[in-house]
Nanobody, 114 residues
Framework: VQLQASGGGLVQPGGSLRLSCTAS????????VGWYRQAPGQQRELAAS???????NYGDSVRGRFTISRDRAKNTMYLQMNSLEPDDTAVYYC?????????WGQGTQVTVSS
């Protein structure tokens, strides 16, 4: 299984970005898929996740601003990020888990700055 993440970049505070992560097989075959982020000098933390059944979970700092979704036809999950703040600056990683599998994408940089 391979994951390909994209969509990061530089955005001004208050702006929006959408991250994409495409898997080499159906995204719906994984028990949980999600996005994590890691800022410089900090631990990796959950941004958002969604189970195969559709239950979502969000980190406290992004709840209400970020939305995770999936596209079955494209084998892709998304992270829509609105009202971005400088503290959202981090490398964002997509992740899929199922049974023994715990796979990470390559990471995409998101920088929020004026």
């Amino acid at each position: 299984v391979q994951l390909q993440a994209s969509g990061g970049g530089l955005v001004q505070p208050g702006g929006s970005l959408r991250l994409s992560c495409t898997a080499s097989r159906s995204i719906f075959t994984f028990s949980v898929v999600g996005w994590y982020r890691q800022a410089p000098g900090q631990q990796r933390e959950l941004a958002a996740s969604i189970t195969a059944g559709g239950t979502t979970n969000y980190g406290d700092s992004v709840r209400g601003r970020f939305t995770i979704s999936r596209d079955r036809a494209k084998n892709t999950m998304y992270l829509q990020m609105n009202s971005l703040e400088p503290d959202d600056t981090a490398v964002y990683y997509c992740n899929v888990r199922h049974a023994y599998l715990n796979l990470w994408g390559q990471g995409t940089q998101v920088t929020v700055s004026s």
